[in-house]
């Protein structure tokens, strides 16, 4: 349970190019932690989105090292890499899951059972937290890739949170026209979008906040115009200092 009581997720957006992921920690990844309230917290890492690429693990370990953490993960391909993940996963303080294909990942849960085991993890106060697809994956759905280049609608998110959310709002030109083109026609429901550089933070289902790390990052209220089209609303930011 996070130290306030509350049951918390950090829905990020986007950590910006390749070349700026390097091993420094982001303040967002930071932001994730310390909502914990642990001293030395508990961290597991998924990247089912990436296949469980390997490096991405190295990588975020070396990086929660840097906050004192006790890191762990879940890979689920070939076969777990534990002998029990509901086990795994609800001895966490914190769970953080990486980016990559939505719609795999989130398929590759139910299979697992760990659709329901995420539910537990919130309800028992785990700090949930990621980015794009892992940002993606709380809500019903979002904008993905997942199905080719073209962005379409996915619609089999875990229902965390209501609504839906799209990531890298302002960095990838066709995100910003296919999510609201999405949310206008009622494809999508109405949701959240979130720059590169920042995350929406919830405190149950209710959205506490935007925290960004970088100028400018901020995330959008997206909303039906009741016409065929959409609104968005840019909401006000809380700059998280550097560590």
Do not use: K
Not at 16 to 33: F, N, S, T, Y
Not at 145 to 164: C, K
Not at 191 to 204: E, I, N, R, V
Request: hydrophobic share 45%; aromatic share 6%; with cysteine.
């Amino acid at each position: 349970m996070a130290a306030d009581g509350q049951r918390h997720i950090l829905a990020i957006g986007g950590f910006g190019a390749p070349r700026e992921q390097d091993l420094r920690l982001p303040a967002l990844i930071r932001h994730a932690v310390e909502l914990s309230g642990a001293s030395q917290p508990r961290v597991c890492v998924l990247n089912t989105a990436a296949g469980d690429e390997p490096t991405a693990y190295v990588r975020m370990y070396a990086m929660l090292a840097q906050l004192g953490a006790r890191p762990s993960h879940l890979q689920l391909f070939s076969m777990p890499n534990v002998a029990d993940p509901a086990d795994l996963l609800l001895s966490q303080d914190v769970i953080f899951v990486g980016g990559g294909s939505v719609a795999n990942m989130v398929a590759v849960w139910r299979v697992h059972g760990l659709d329901e085991v995420f539910r537990q993890a919130w309800e028992a106060g785990i700090v949930l937290a990621g980015v794009s697809a892992g940002a993606i994956c709380w809500f019903d759905g979002g904008t993905t890739d997942s199905f080719g280049p073209a962005l379409r609608p996915f619609t089999a998110g875990l229902r965390l949170l209501p609504g839906s959310y799209c990531p890298h709002y302002s960095s990838e030109p066709t995100r910003r026209p296919a999510y609201e083109a999405l949310v206008g026609d009622g494809t999508l429901p109405a949701g959240l979008a979130c720059d590169d550089g920042a995350a929406a933070h919830f405190a149950g289902t209710v959205l506490a906040g935007i925290v960004a790390d970088r100028p400018g990052a901020t995330g959008y209220l997206v909303r039906p115009d009741g016409a065929g089209g959409s609104h968005q609303e840019p909401l006000e930011a809380t700059a998280l200092l550097p560590g």
